[in-house]
Structure formats: structure tokens, C-alpha cells
Nanobody, 118 residues
Framework: QVQLVESGGGLVQPGGSLTLSCEYSGSISTIYAMGWFRQAAGQQRVLVARITRNDSTRYEDFGKGRFTISRDNAKNTIYLQMNSLQPEDTAVYYC????????????WGQGTQVIVSS
């Protein structure tokens, strides 16, 4: 099992920046990829960015050039640096971990709210 705890959400003005953190614990050696998803009110949860065990990254089009996913193995933490935020980025952001421990599994954090508004 993998446990995830997000932090760093909040209120930011349009054009501003925010960095989300996700600390992971548990069977961390079984993790092969982690990511950030977001879910706006009334919409489905969608992928924002993903990072694999060998540091390969992937971004959805809306985040390319604005968002950066990274990892600090010493702190068991992944980050999502978000720049040039716009009101449409308002959502609950969730950390995700894909792992394999005798079978495939997925863990989710509790989510952290990001509101972009003036």
C-alpha cells in the first residue's frame, strides 16, 4: 500500500504561481509512476502531469509550458510547479501513485483545492 498526502493548495490571482507537494509513504519501492490529476466542479477528474520511475514526464496540453512535475527522492515527495495560472485551472488537485505489489494498484491523496481568482 502507498499513502499520499498533498499540500500547497490555496487562492492565487490570475497569472500567479503555486507549487503543490505530495509526500508518499508505505511500499514506495513498488511505485512505478506518479502523477497529478485535477477535478473541476461538475467535471471529470483528468490527468495534469505524470512522472515515471526513470523520470520520464508527460503533460496534458493545457499544462505544457506552464506546469512542471518533479520529484525529490530524499524527501519522498513529488511536486507540481504551476505558473501563469488562470481561472480555468481552478480545481481540486489530486496526487496519484501507480504501483505493483503482487498486483497492480492505484493510490490517491485526499486532494488539495486550488482557486484562481482576482
Amino acid at each position: 500500500q502507498v499513502q499520499l498526502v498533498e499540500s500547497g493548495g490555496g487562492l492565487v490571482q490570475p497569472g500567479g504561481s503555486l507549487t503543490l507537494s505530495c509526500e508518499y509513504s508505505g511500499s514506495i519501492s513498488t511505485i512505478y509512476a506518479m502523477g497529478w490529476f485535477r477535478q473541476a466542479a461538475g467535471q471529470q477528474r483528468v490527468l495534469v502531469a505524470r512522472i515515471t520511475r526513470n523520470d520520464s514526464t508527460r503533460y496534458e496540453d493545457f499544462g505544457k509550458g506552464r506546469f512542471t512535475i518533479s520529484r525529490d527522492n530524499a524527501k519522498n515527495t513529488i511536486y507540481l510547479q504551476m505558473n501563469s495560472l488562470q481561472p480555468e485551472d481552478t480545481a481540486v488537485y489530486y496526487c496519484n501513485a501507480d504501483y505493483f505489489d503482487r498486483e497492480f494498484g492505484v493510490s490517491w491523496g485526499q486532494g488539495t483545492q486550488v482557486i484562481v481568482s482576482s
